[in-house]
């Protein structure tokens, strides 16, 4: 067979099994190649009977000493017992409905078993266990991958398929990994390396190949972002040729920070050099970011061009349009909303002046990038929440003008080696200070023997004339009844028979998006005391008048979004208070919630939020829209990260278009293309 073959062919397969293959990714026998197994079961290693550890699977060499025994319990329910011993003792064997095991096993006869051992009492029971002749080596005496799997399907199954998958690998199988970063960095030759990452031979060739791989993975994605970024600088960017912006902070009601004046200059330096802006604002909850995106949108529209701003909730974009309209309107500059709940004829009316050139600066969600939105002359694209939006929709936004310049927004810090990846193709500056007459949020993680007096210190804010959020995990109760969690809907309900002299209101994802305007602006006019609700506000809501942030179960959240919710937070002149349910979920979650009463930095936050849940729960399913990574853990593999990103640096320093590495280049180029990043040609 060859790769490029259908798995349905395989034999033992079939159209059944082909069907539940294509759920795990697997359609032809290259795409089983590419199947990596996510770890692997070591069964070379046979423990006497007297060392086995309680919860463990393993693997021990025993006879049978007398013959199974198999009992009824009840309907559609046998147990098979067995008794088995070695040198060192004695275990039970126990099967659920599996006959075969009475009929296979031979009193006296030695066999190889393997199963999680589980104590009962003094003695320990094997549950179970897979087990053939001593000496057979298919299900032990081996390494045995463990691959993904659907309902249906079975190790078997994918083992049957990758067999065909390898022996149709050519000797000579293209390997786009240049031969001198494979020397540089002592890798096998891809052939080599996916045979050994399938069927390793022992534990070690199966961490170097997956070595192999994770560096490839890496070295790809390094390849493509710094060739964004140079096919970025290769291009001159929109002109703006005045760039003073002395009109700008006079009109603005307060001084900016130093770190936000140096972030400005910095955006203003890129555009005066005559490349194009391709910049990261990177700064904490309530650090300024806004204000930079507002100077910035002023120089395009003081030159006569056009500037967008593109957030990915509605009620952020229109927070972005009730906080810029009065300053930029106060320097003749014309501000236009598009959402995607606005009518027909607003949404009409609103196109045709982006597109004539009446709207200097646009304020919207993911409605700017619809193909009807045309701009008159688009020099300017912010993005604000990077962490929502992908690569490709970065490109779609900054397409709609020429040579567009690009300033990112974030309010989720990301780790320094996370950054070397996922915006290896924009500059970075940070802003590390809050505005002057911010306070420190006072945090707390508590459990639910402190019900009562949180119950009371949310009076008490109410009657201090501070207003408060409670952030539930669900919306409804029979998500409750299904996980235990705290939903909005019970706590509303909760809160309004222990408060009933409050003025409560709940809002949620399936609110409608008008009610949930309405919620928004009367609990930002102080008219809402208690505001229950769950993430929708996570971003989005600037009420400085809300003084405590409750967070029920915040055990299950991250704790990078944890951050951004206590972020709602101490915007005001007043103390403020954060408090975290779950702190008595166990250790782990008593430990995550620490990091959040220890510490209000948000680099620091992230880095523990990478560590303990892993990059794809850090972000989500997107990944920032990246190509997606089979292997590569990009929370674990920090040091593989940066020895890729700096061999990538150095092939890319020597040969810009990859012209001495064909393979490399249109592997590179396919990926991004995929991603909606274009073509580097």
């Not at 009620?315 to 349009?321: E, G, K, S, V, Y």
């Amino acid at each position: 067979m060859r790769l490029a073959d259908d798995a349905r062919f395989v034999r033992g397969i079939g159209p059944k099994k082909a069907e539940l293959l294509q759920k795990i990714g697997i359609t032809t026998l290259e795409d089983a190649v590419q199947c990596y197994p996510r770890g692997y079961e070591d069964r070379t290693e046979i423990t006497p009977i007297c060392d086995l550890i309680d919860g463990e699977k393993q693997c021990i060499h025993a006879v049978v000493g007398a013959a199974p025994q198999t009992a009824h319990i009840r309907r559609g329910m046998d147990i098979t017992r067995c008794k088995v011993y070695d040198e060192s003792g004695t275990l039970a064997l126990r099967f659920f409905n599996n006959r075969y095991a009475a009929a296979a096993l031979e009193t006296g006869a030695e066999y190889a078993f393997y199963g999680r051992v589980q104590r009962e009492g003094r003695s320990m029971v094997m549950l179970s266990p897979e087990f053939e002749p001593v000496g057979a080596g298919e299900k032990t005496g081996r390494i045995l991958p463990v691959y993904p799997l659907t309902a249906g399907l079975h190790q078997k199954d994918v083992y049957r398929v990758t067999d065909a998958a390898l022996a149709a690998v050519p000797a000579d199988y293209p390997d786009f990994l240049p031969e001198s970063v494979r020397e540089a960095q002592q890798l096998p030759p891809l052939s080599r390396a996916l045979h050994s990452i399938h069927r390793p031979q022992d534990m070690a060739q199966a961490q170097q190949a997956r070595r192999r791989i994770v560096f490839e993975e890496l070295f790809l994605l390094s390849c493509g972002m710094r060739r964004l970024r140079e096919r970025r600088s290769g291009s001159c960017g929109a002109q703006l040729r005045d760039l003073s912006l002395h009109a700008f902070y006079r009109a603005l009601p307060f001084s900016l920070t130093s770190a936000q004046q140096r972030a400005i200059e910095a955006c203003t330096l890129d555009i005066a050099a005559g490349r194009p802006l391709s910049r990261l604002i990177q700064g904490d909850v309530g650090s300024g970011k806004t204000m930079v995106a507002a100077a910035l949108c002023y120089l395009a529209a003081k030159n006569g061009r056009q500037a967008v701003i593109m957030a990915p909730t509605e009620l952020l974009a229109r927070q972005h349009m009730q906080t810029l309209e009065p300053l930029l309107c106060k320097l003749g500059v014309s501000c236009g909303l598009l959402v995607g709940s606005m009518g027909v004829k607003q949404k009409r009316e609103t196109t045709q002046a982006v597109e004539s050139g009446d709207i200097s600066v646009v304020i919207g969600t993911h409605a700017v990038l619809s193909e009807t939105v045309q701009f008159h002359d688009l020099a300017l694209a912010v993005v604000d929440e990077q962490h929502r939006f992908g690569v490709s929709q970065r490109a779609t936004l900054t397409a709609k003008g020429e040579n567009v310049h690009l300033l990112v927004m974030s309010a989720t810090p990301i780790p320094r080696t996370l950054a070397l990846l996922i915006y290896g193709d924009l500059d970075v500056s940070i802003i590390d200070e809050l505005p002057p007459g911010r306070q420190k949020i006072k945090t707390y993680a508590v459990g639910e023997n402190m019900r009562q007096r949180i119950d009371a210190f949310i009076d008490k804010q109410c009657a201090e004339g501070g207003q408060v959020y409670v952030v539930c995990p669900l919306v409804g109760d029979s998500e409750t009844d299904e996980t235990g969690r705290n939903s909005a809907e019970h706590t509303a309900e909760r809160l309004a028979g222990v408060l009933p002299h409050r003025r409560i209101a709940l809002v949620h994802g399936r609110t409608k998006a008008a009610e949930k305007e309405q919620i928004m602006a009367d609990f930002a006019a102080g008219d809402i005391d208690i505001l229950v609700s769950t993430t929708v506000i996570e971003v989005g809501v600037n009420v400085p008048n809300a003084t405590l942030m409750v967070v029920e179960d915040g055990d299950c959240f991250g704790l990078s979004q944890l951050h951004q919710l206590r972020g709602r937070v101490g915007r005001g002149k007043r103390q403020s208070y954060c408090v975290f349910y779950g702190a008595d979920r166990g250790k782990d979650a008593r430990e995550r919630l620490r990091t959040l009463v220890q510490t209000s930095d948000g680099f620091a936050i992230a880095q523990k939020d990478l560590e303990m849940r892993g990059a794809g729960d850090f972000f989500g399913t997107r990944q920032h829209g990246l190509p997606p990574m089979k292997l590569a853990d990009l929370a674990g593999d920090t040091r593989l990260l940066e020895q890729a990103k700096r061999e990538a640096d150095r092939l890319i320093d020597r040969d810009p278009q990859l012209e001495t590495e064909p393979l490399l280049r249109a592997r590179v180029d396919k990926l991004f293309a995929q991603y909606g990043a274009g073509s580097f040609n």
